[in-house]
């Protein structure tokens, strides 16, 4: 509606039904007031933006959320900058504060922040500060080595066991309760180192271009990331916005049985 009346004022619309004399019950705004609608409108323009990206329907979007929130809070910070009303001011500093708390609450969701990580255009540069971004991989270690463990487990299921009493001390079973215990916690600090190197030598790589498809990155690092590549399967397929399912059933309604 803003971009409405700006469109009517810069082509003289409202201006020249002003001049013409024409009667009407619509207050004409001041010069003042449209320079307010102006910096509004420079202030919303990214929020735009982002809901144009995150409602789409083709590409990976989960991802998206925290780097476009924080390039938003960019782009309000520069707008900051610029001479303005001071009812523009007023707005931009409200929309900053609530900006900064959604953000606060979005980066503590697991599903987001692991599917910023593992989105190889973004990683940790996508994070706000580095105690999130700390969170986020101590989390993504932890799901990595879930899949790590659970691998072992079907393998182990799948391939009998050879028999451990030789491991015994002196072939005596007394023994054995602690000596599985030893063998678990080997395994299990096995378990989490695997998992630690993989995803540090996953972060380590540099980031790969924002037009880039990462769903193919993925696909041809497979072998090289087999565990990370399994989470980036149920990660990144999580939609940002539930703009593409509510055009599903808008696109039903339209066929006629």
């Not at 799948?158 to 007394?174: D, I």
């Not at 972060?203 to 090289?224: D, F, G, M, T, V």
């Amino acid at each position: 509606m803003e971009q409405h009346l700006l469109d009517a004022a810069t082509s003289g619309g409202v201006e020249g039904a002003s001049r013409s004399g024409l009667h009407t019950d619509i207050p004409f705004f001041t010069a003042s007031e449209f320079d307010i609608v102006v910096v509004c409108l420079s202030l919303l323009s990214p929020f735009y933006d982002a809901t144009t990206e995150l409602s789409a329907e083709e590409h990976v979007s989960a991802s998206k959320v925290t780097p476009l929130l924080k390039m938003i809070e960019k782009a309000l910070q520069e707008e900051e900058t610029k001479w303005a009303p001071a009812v523009a001011v007023e707005i931009g500093e409200q929309l900053i504060r609530q900006l900064r708390e959604k953000l606060h609450m979005l980066q503590s969701m697991s599903i987001l922040s692991l599917a910023t990580l593992l989105d190889p255009r973004f990683k940790l540069i996508a994070f706000f500060s580095n105690t999130k971004a700390a969170e986020a991989v101590k989390c993504l270690t932890s799901e990595c080595a879930t899949v790590i463990r659970r691998n072992l487990e079907e393998n182990t299921h799948e391939t009998p066991q050879a028999s451990t009493s030789q491991e015994f001390t002196g072939g005596s079973r007394l023994w054995q309760r602690l000596d599985t215990s030893v063998m678990e916690a080997k395994r299990t600090q096995n378990v989490s180192a695997d998992a630690t190197v993989e995803v540090q030598h996953y972060l380590s790589e540099a980031n790969i271009s924002r037009l880039e498809n990462p769903l193919e990155y993925w696909a041809n690092h497979r072998s090289l990331y087999p565990n990370l590549y399994k989470l980036a399967l149920i990660y990144l397929c999580t939609q940002a916005s539930s703009v593409p399912c509510e055009r599903v059933f808008s696109k039903i309604n339209e066929i006629k049985l």
